[in-house]
């Protein structure tokens, strides 16, 4: 927590950046700046690393929070945000910036979530039912955070030996996070000599494979029922299935993806500019695994959740996705013709 707090500190502040500015022929200079978004509250749940790296972002971009975490952690919350509290009364910084719900009554998420007259930006953390509740009761605007049914594709050119790493740990670095890969999809052409290892190498760290028909042709693995290729696991289980090529892969992922973290993993140029183009996620790998959509590996420090939305931010949300802009317009007595 304190060296994602060392590295936030060390990023340029995004407040008062000149986005863009330019003159009309009459000389009047028009200017969009960015600003902060105002105050800012949190839903989340048990990890109470994100109380540090939401609150450090909210300060740095100008913003205050108001953080509700689960009761599992709110001890901890409790203990952290005193510290941060005595940190900032030494400090030139309001200590009312950073506030947290110490109570654990869950009722008032519910009142939290419609405070539309006093928050900007309410950011659920967590699983789909917290998600989901805050999405559809939340009068405040809703900066929705991602659940990740998140694809690996493995193509037919694509060179199987580094591929079986890149699974292994999309997989099991950290099963519990949004960003683990819950599906594989393995081009026809390559299933026979591909799946045995991989299947192999995910088994030996403790995951349970399930696969399509095809798949248990070729190897030994649970059966995957329909409701498999649109779960969230968010544990040691991988679905695999079998595939024609990269346009039924692509097909596959557009029907089940939750627009997190898909990859592709091949050799083929075009196959690799095709996915890119077509999948439609907040990111997009070729090659790499999917553990890496986070703020910290994405060079934000920390992040306050990770967007699935289109608007207003996507992807790792860090200091400038805490902002948005103004127009600032110098004129010398302009009047409107």
């Known amino acids: 927590m304190i060296e994602s707090c060392e590295v936030v500190v060390k990023l340029k502040d995004p407040v008062g950046e000149i986005i863009d500015s330019w003159v009309r022929e009459d000389g009047l200079r028009i200017s969009r700046i960015r600003v902060p978004i105002g105050p800012i509250g949190v839903v ?123 699974i292994v740990n ?52 649970k059966p995957a029922t329909a409701s498999d290729w649109e779960t969230e696991y968010l544990d040691l289980i991988i679905a695999v299935k079998v595939v024609r090529d990269v346009n039924e892969a692509i097909e596959h992922v557009k029907r089940y993806s939750t627009g997190h973290s898909e990859a592709i993993i091949t050799e083929s140029y075009s ?5 890119v183009d077509s999948v439609d996620a907040a990111a997009v790998y070729v090659n790499a695994s999917t553990r890496f959509t986070d703020g910290g590996q994405f060079g934000f420090g920390a992040e306050i959740g990770i967007s699935t ?5 996507r992807g790792p949300v860090g200091l400038r996705e805490l902002t948005t802009y103004k127009y600032v317009v110098l004129g010398d007595y302009h009047v409107r013709g």
């Open 44 to 166: 989340y749940e048990s990890r109470p690393n994100v109380t540090v790296e939401t609150s450090v972002l909210a300060i740095k971009s100008g913003n205050s929070i108001l953080l509700r975490g689960g009761s599992d952690a709110i001890r901890s919350n409790k203990a952290i945000v005193s510290a941060m509290k005595k940190a900032l009364r030494e400090s030139k910084i309001p200590e009312s910036s950073v506030e947290f719900i110490e109570s654990s009554d869950r009722t008032l998420v519910g009142k939290m979530i419609k405070l539309e007259d006093y928050l900007s930006l309410i950011v659920p953390r967590g699983g789909y039912q917290l998600i989901n509740y805050v999405r559809k009761n939340a009068t405040v605007p809703v900066l929705e955070t991602g659940v990740g049914n998140c694809h690996i594709y493995v193509d037919e050119s694509a060179d199987l030996e580094k591929a079986i790493p890149v």
């Open 170 to 221: 999309a997989k099991v670095q950290r099963p519990g996070t949004c960003n683990a890969v819950e599906k594989l999809l393995v081009h026809e052409k390559i299933a026979n000599i591909f799946l045995a290892k991989v299947v192999k190498a995910l088994q030996e760290h403790g995951v349970e494979v399930r696969g399509c028909e095809r798949v248990r042709k070729i190897v030994n693995v």
């Open 271 to 275: 196959n690799a500019r095709k996915f």
């Open 309 to 313: 939305q289109r608007l207003h931010a």
